[in-house]
C-alpha cells in the first residue's frame, strides 16, 4: 500500500471518489455519454498543462498561452471565413506557427535575455489578447461562417471517442516519453533543481529555455484551433482566463512552483479533477461562479501538501555531489 502514499494515487482516489459522490447526487453523470465529455472537455486543459508543467519545471511560468490561443484560434478562423476553401493542414499549421513565434519571444526574452518569466508573460499575455482585438478589429467570426469540415474535426470520433480526445492522448504518450527517456526532458528537470549545477554538467540552459517556451507556444497554437472549431465561435475574449486554470491543473496535480518537480500523470490528474468539476456543476444544478471559488480553494490546499511534502517528489537528474555541493 505505500503507492497510496504517492501523490498520483491519491488525486486519482479522490476523483473516483469525487465522481462516485456526483453520481450518487445525479446518477446521469456516471453515464457513458457523461464519462465521454468529462475527457473531451478535458482534453485542451490537458494539452496545454502538460507544457505549463514543462515550463514550471524549469521555475518559469507561462502566462500567455490562453492569449496565443485566442490569437491563433482568430487567424484560423479568419482565414477559412474569407477563404472557404483553405485546407484544413494549412489551416492548422497557420496556427501552430503563429503559437510557436508568441512562443519564441518568449522563450527569446527569458532564456537568452534572462528577464524574470512572470514579467515576460505577463507582458505578451496582454500584446497578444490586444492582437487578437487588432486582427479581428472587435467583430466575432460565428459558426455560420466557418466551413463544416473546420468545425468537424475536433468532434468527429474514432473507436467512440472524439479526435481531442486522441490527440490529448497523443500529447501525454509523447510528454511521457519527453521527461522519462529525452535527454531535453532531463535537462529541464536539472535546471529547475539545481540550474548553477545544470549549468556546471554543461546543460545548454538558455536554448533549454528557448525550446520549452517555443513548445508552451506550439501546443497553444494547436489548442486555438481545435478550441474554435470545438465550440465553433472566435472572438476577442476566447479562453480569456484559462491561463489561471492550465496552472491550477499543473498545481493540483503536484507541480511545484518551485521548480524540479512534477509529473505528466500528475498534471493529467489535475486537469481531470477540474475537468470532473467543471461538468458536474451543471449536472448538480450549481451556480458556475461556484466553480471559480471551489478552483481558489482547491489550489491553495494544493500548495500546502506541495509545501509540506517540498523535495519528495525532486527527481535526481544530477550526480549526488554536484546536486548538494552546486557548482560556481
Not at 509545501?307 to 560556481?328: T, Y
Request: charged share 10%; aromatic share 8%.
Amino acid at each position: 500500500m505505500r503507492f497510496l502514499t504517492q501523490r498520483e494515487p491519491q488525486l486519482a482516489l479522490v476523483i473516483v471518489l469525487l465522481v462516485l459522490l456526483i453520481g450518487w447526487r445525479a446518477p446521469v453523470f456516471l453515464s457513458v455519454d457523461s464519462f465521454t465529455n468529462v475527457l473531451t472537455d478535458s482534453s485542451l486543459l490537458i494539452m496545454l498543462a502538460l507544457t505549463q508543467m514543462l515550463v514550471i519545471v524549469t521555475r518559469g511560468i507561462d502566462l500567455s498561452v490562453a492569449s496565443s490561443l485566442a490569437l491563433s484560434g482568430m487567424l484560423s478562423a479568419m482565414l477559412v471565413a474569407a477563404y472557404p476553401g483553405t485546407p484544413l493542414l494549412l489551416v492548422v499549421l497557420l496556427a501552430a506557427v503563429t503559437g510557436l513565434l508568441c512562443g519564441l519571444v518568449n522563450g527569446a526574452l527569458i532564456g537568452l535575455l534572462n528577464l524574470p518569466p512572470i514579467v515576460v508573460t505577463l507582458g505578451t499575455m496582454s500584446i497578444y489578447r490586444g492582437l487578437v482585438f487588432v486582427v479581428s478589429g472587435g467583430a466575432w467570426v460565428s459558426s455560420h461562417q466557418l466551413p463544416k469540415d473546420f468545425l468537424a474535426f475536433p468532434l468527429e470520433t474514432m473507436a467512440g471517442m472524439t479526435n481531442l480526445f486522441w490527440i490529448a492522448t497523443g500529447a501525454v504518450l509523447l510528454f511521457w516519453g519527453l521527461t522519462r527517456y529525452a535527454r531535453f526532458g532531463r535537462d529541464l528537470y536539472a535546471i529547475g533543481n539545481q540550474p548553477a549545477s545544470a549549468r556546471y554538467v554543461g546543460v545548454p540552459i538558455k536554448q533549454r529555455l528557448v525550446l520549452v517556451y517555443a513548445l508552451s507556444g506550439l501546443v497553444s497554437g494547436l489548442a486555438g484551433y481545435l478550441w474554435v472549431a470545438r465550440y465553433a465561435v472566435a472572438y476577442t475574449e476566447v479562453a480569456y482566463g484559462f491561463e489561471f486554470t492550465v496552472i491550477a491543473a499543473c498545481v493540483i496535480g503536484g507541480v511545484s512552483i518551485g521548480g524540479g518537480v512534477g509529473s505528466v500523470a500528475g498534471t493529467v490528474l489535475g486537469a481531470l479533477f477540474l475537468g470532473v468539476i467543471g461538468n458536474a456543476l451543471p449536472v448538480l444544478k450549481v451556480s458556475p461562479f461556484w466553480q471559480s471559488a471551489l478552483t481558489g480553494a482547491v489550489i491553495l490546499a494544493a500548495v500546502v501538501i506541495n509545501a509540506r511534502g517540498k523535495g519528495h517528489g525532486a527527481r535526481q537528474i544530477l550526480p549526488v555531489n554536484l546536486s548538494k555541493g552546486g557548482a560556481a
